[in-house]
Structure formats: C-alpha cells, structure tokens
C-alpha cells in the first residue's frame, strides 16, 4: 500500500483501517449520488433552499442507514456497512400483468 504518512510509529494495521473507513465513506457519497439522488441535480433554486435540499437528502439517508443497521442487528457477523438500501426515489415495482390505472 502506497501511503504519504510518514509516521514509523502508526502500525500498518491502522493505515489498511483507515483506509477501509474512508472508502466507507467514499462508497456513501456514491450512493447518495448515484441512489438516492438517482442522477437528478438538487431543484432548489436559492443557496438557502440547497442547503435544506441537502439537509433532507442526509436526514433521509440517515434513516435509512439506522433502520438497516437495526434490521441487521438480528443477524450476527452481518455488517450493517455492507447491507444494501433502496434508493427513496424508486418506485416500487408493479404487476406488469395488470394495466396501469
């Protein structure tokens, strides 16, 4: 592993642990990106209404993650980091037998 600390004292165990949390972080921002917003761009049209786009979007997202880190509670060795959320902004799927209304 290729890394700018400089730092003889940090184990490496701890570098390859760091490295994990960040991309932990990183594979986040994708999904709210990519899931969650779903490609879309914020529709606010004011910095004052971005910001509260963004503070839903992360309150959404939040509940997500707690309600998926709750539902892998009941399964040991299950990490809820690796448990996949749907996207909010997907419809669910529909009966394509039956027309739509």
Known sequence: MITTILDP???????????????E???????????TLGGRV?????????????????VT????????????IARPGLDPDRAASPSPCTPPATNSSRPPA
């Open 42 to 58: 914020l529709r606010a049209k004011t910095p004052g209404g971005v910001d509260q786009e963004i503070y839903a979007l992360l």
């Open 9 to 23: 004292d940090i184990p490496t165990t701890e570098i390859i642990r760091l490295y994990h949390e960040r991309w």
């Open 25 to 35: 972080i990183e594979t986040s921002f994708l999904e709210l990106k990519s899931t």
């Open 61 to 72: 997202y939040q509940a997500l993650r707690i309600a998926i880190a709750d539902a892998t």
